[in-house]
């Protein structure tokens, strides 16, 4: 069983930064994907980025591109969301979420089983 607690969010200007950190305890995380999601008020839940934390493998959702980096913490067992150049469409709760790894071509995609309670994430204009 893998916990994980996000931390990090918060209110920032738009064109500011934040970092998203996600804590994991129970497992260390080497033989899995950690992926960060986020979910806007009246939609769907989405993707953003994952990492394959035994390679660093990292894969990114399109609106997010050039703009966020997943990142790892081995010692720490931590994983790291560095979010540039934000603008009021990445408001959202920001989950992460881990799973078994693999090395499919598809490796990042869902499902998730273990997720972290969220962190809410608000840009102004």
């Known amino acids: 069983q893998v916990q994980l607690v996000e931390s990090g969010g918060g209110l920032v200007q738009a064109g500011g930064s934040l970092r998203l950190s996600c804590a994991a305890s129970?497992?260390?995380?080497?033989?899995?994907?950690l992926g960060w999601f986020r979910q806007a008020p009246g939609k769907e839940r989405e993707f953003v980025a994952a990492?394959?934390?035994?390679?660093?493998?990292?894969y990114y959702a399109n609106s997010v591109k050039g703009r966020f980096t997943i990142s790892r913490d081995n010692a720490k067992n931590t994983a790291f969301l560095q979010m540039n150049s934000l603008n009021p469409e990445d408001t959202a709760v920001y989950y992460c979420a881990a799973k078994g790894s693999t090395y499919a071509s598809n490796w990042y995609v869902s499902p998730y089983p273990y997720w972290g309670q969220g962190t809410q994430v608000t840009v102004s204009s």
């Open positions: 990492i394959r934390w035994s390679d660093g493998i990292t």
């Open positions: 129970g497992r260390t995380l080497s033989r899995y994907v």
